[in-house]
């Protein structure tokens, strides 16, 4: 079993930035594929990022490419969103995500709001 804890959200001007963080509980943070989804009203939840389970590989969402980054800290066994140049339409719940081939967890969200 693993918890997800984000923080870090709030509200913020276009062009701003905001770094999201997610605490996981457990020891085999390691072996996560770790990634961050986005929901906004009205909206299906949608893939932002994510990161490898050894922190060597990432991808993105082409909507965030160049201006997010996410990273992961396995001592802290937590895992980031570094969120640059904000736009009005990344307006969202953002949800931290950890999965396996055979399971996988949600986090319960942190709301992240730019204004225009």
């Known amino acids: 079993q693993v918890q997800l804890v984000e923080s870090g959200g709030g509200l913020v001007q276009t062009g701003g930035s905001l770094r999201l963080s997610c605490a996981a509980s457990g020891r085999t943070f390691s072996s996560y594929t770790m990634g961050w989804f986005r929901q906004a009203p009205g909206k299906d939840r949608e893939f932002v990022a994510a990161?490898?389970?050894?922190?060597?590989?990432?991808n993105y969402a082409d909507s965030v490419t160049g201006r997010f980054t996410i990273s992961r800290d396995s001592v802290k066994n937590t895992v980031y969103l570094q969120m640059n140049s904000l736009k009005p339409e990344d307006t969202a719940v953002y949800y931290c995500?950890?999965?396996?081939?055979?399971?996988?967890?949600w986090g319960q969200g942190t709301q992240v709001t730019v204004s225009s």
């Open positions: 995500n950890a999965r396996r081939s055979y399971d996988a967890y």
């Open positions: 990161i490898s389970a050894g922190g060597l590989n990432t």
